[in-house]
């Protein structure tokens, strides 16, 4: 078994932070529970996967010397009963001593609402507070805002792991204990996937802008893998991230994986045509990206370190469409969305998004999914071949009952332009999505030994 290259060696250790995400994690990780109970799985697994002998033949001895911490979120005097955020450190050993620190961050769980929040909540910024966005009291609209800033979703997750502490101790106290004993230069890497690929460049560039409470002599060597991260701030972060961070930084992306084009406008644009000739755009994909032009128009988002290609990996023509992560329930919901937002519902209630996506749900499972011979698996070639015709006639009177102006002949034409051919390609987009990002990666990274050992423990 061949050692990894020290890119692969991170990515697995960035990897290994989503041991907790449902659908995706380390299988014998629990996934849902109270934040004592989770906190206590991530703390048995995860140093089960990184002193497994075979692990330790591809990435070499790293030892966990902080966390893993796990957020979650409070909300109604309750808690989403999922990790919502999760941050470790680990370190690799030379003989006696420690000789570099890597701090990975888990990426989205599609189970935790507040991370998704923290991936879109961008309509709003904050001001940079030289790394601590969110002791700025006031959340402040974009339009016409200068300054260097992140989006409120940012701010958000980067207060969750700033705050997180591990046996009495921050992370920023524990690097200063490090910092303070130490009479090397000591290498210290950040490193996440989606979410994580955000947010691990934003705390690094935080704790670069702090390094006088932690690392006042400069031992500290802070280098970024990113990996498959969307925009966290706008043009004047980027500026400061790239000038401060820019030349030990190695981003990961895909030219074909939509997350990393999210929230620049032009880097949107581009991911209606993604995937053509396999794909072409029509209204749907179009709406759907154009509302998340609409999230952060006026952000001024720009993507940082963007002189650094993406790879190119082809279009999946033989993909295999899970429906474990391809939740036929959330895409409807998706797709009523962005219909009523196309009628010109601005802001529709969610019990009429609800009501909506109930109607086109029910047309996905019985002209789609009841022709599948498997639950699980749903072939492009299925999806070809269908012909999902919600039925239009339910949600024109949903929606009549909704807007009592709203003429009956100017619904039929936009519902029907709408589902015209469109809702099949649409499908296909949002599964060649979610397999370029989830997939792709790893594939390209070309970790197949560890994932194989990190999925089954």
Same mark, same amino acid.
């Given at each position: 078994m061949t050692q990894y290259n020290k890119q692969q060696q991170i990515y697995c250790l960035s990897w290994a932070s989503n041991l907790l995400c449902p659908g995706w994690g380390s299988k014998p990780a629990l996934k849902r529970g109270t934040q004592s109970e989770l906190q206590k799985s991530a703390t048995t697994i995860l140093p089960e996967i990184l002193s497994a002998p075979k692990v330790q033949q591809l990435i070499g001895t790293w030892e966990l010397v902080w966390g893993p911490v796990v957020y979650q979120h409070p909300r109604n005097g309750t808690?989403?009963?999922?990790?919502?955020?999760?941050?470790?450190?680990?370190?690799?050993?030379?003989?006696?001593?420690?000789?570099?620190?890597?701090?990975?961050?888990?990426?989205?769980?599609?189970?935790?609402l507040y991370s998704i929040v923290e991936d879109v909540y961008v309509w709003e910024t904050k001001l940079w507070n030289n790394g601590k966005p969110w002791n700025v009291d006031l959340i402040e609209k974009v339009e016409d805002k200068i300054g260097i800033r992140v989006s409120a979703g940012m701010s958000l997750a980067l207060k969750a792991v700033c705050e997180m502490t591990s046996d009495g101790k921050s992370l920023m106290d524990y690097l200063k204990e490090v910092m303070r004993s130490t009479k090397k230069p000591m290498p210290i890497i950040f490193t996440g996937f989606s979410l994580g690929g955000s947010l691990s460049p934003t705390l690094a560039l935080s704790f670069s802008d702090r390094r006088s409470e932690w690392d006042p002599e400069n031992k500290a060597d802070l280098s970024v893998l990113p990996i498959a991260g969307f925009t966290p701030g706008n043009k004047s972060f980027a500026e400061h991230y790239d000038q401060n961070l820019g030349k030990v930084t190695d981003r990961v992306w895909s030219q074909v994986d939509l997350i990393p084009h999210w929230w620049e406008q032009k880097l949107l644009d581009e991911a209606k045509t993604m995937?053509?000739?396999? +794909? /072409?755009? !029509? &209204?749907? *994909?179009?709406?759907?990206? %154009?509302?998340?032009?609409?999230?952060?128009?006026?952000?001024?988002?720009?993507?940082?370190?963007?002189?650094?290609?993406?790879?190119? +990996? /082809?279009? !999946? &023509?033989? *993909?295999?469409?899970?429906? %474990?992560?391809?939740?036929?329930?959330?895409?409807?919901?998706?797709?009523?969305?962005?219909?009523?937002?196309?009628?010109?519902?601005?802001?529709?209630?969610?019990?009429? *998004?609800?009501?909506?996506?109930?109607?086109?749900?029910?047309?996905?499972?019985?002209?789609?999914?009841?022709?599948?011979?498997?639950?699980?698996?749903?072939?492009?070639?299925?999806?070809?071949?269908?012909?999902?015709?919600?039925?239009?006639?339910?949600?024109?009177?949903?929606?009549?009952?909704?807007?009592?102006?709203?003429?009956?002949?100017?619904?039929?034409?936009?519902?029907?332009e709408i589902f015209a051919e469109n809702l099949t390609d649409f499908i296909k987009y949002v599964a060649q999505v979610i397999y370029q990002h989830l997939h792709g990666n790893p594939n390209y990274l070309n970790i197949p030994e560890f994932l194989k050992i990190y999925d089954n423990g």
């Open positions: 808690t989403s009963g999922v990790a919502d955020n999760l941050m470790y450190m680990a370190a690799k050993r030379d003989g006696d001593e420690f000789d570099s620190y890597v701090i990975s961050i888990a990426g989205t769980s599609k189970a935790s995937y053509e000739p396999y +794909l /072409r755009p !029509n &209204l749907l *994909i179009d709406l759907l990206i %154009d509302f998340f032009k609409f999230l952060s128009k006026d952000g001024n988002y720009q993507q940082i370190c963007s002189d650094i290609p993406g790879y190119s +990996l /082809r279009y !999946n &023509l033989a *993909i295999s469409n899970y429906l %474990d992560y391809l939740d036929i329930p959330d895409l409807s919901k998706l797709v009523a969305r962005i219909i009523l937002l196309h009628l010109g519902f601005k802001d529709p209630r969610q019990e009429l *998004i609800a009501e909506v996506g109930e109607i086109i749900e029910k047309a996905i499972k019985d002209d789609l999914i009841g022709h599948s011979p498997s639950p699980k698996i749903l072939s492009e070639e299925i999806i070809n071949k269908a012909k999902i015709k919600p039925d239009i006639e339910k949600i024109i009177v949903r929606l009549q009952k909704e807007k009592l102006d709203l003429a009956r002949e100017f619904l039929i034409n936009k519902l029907q």
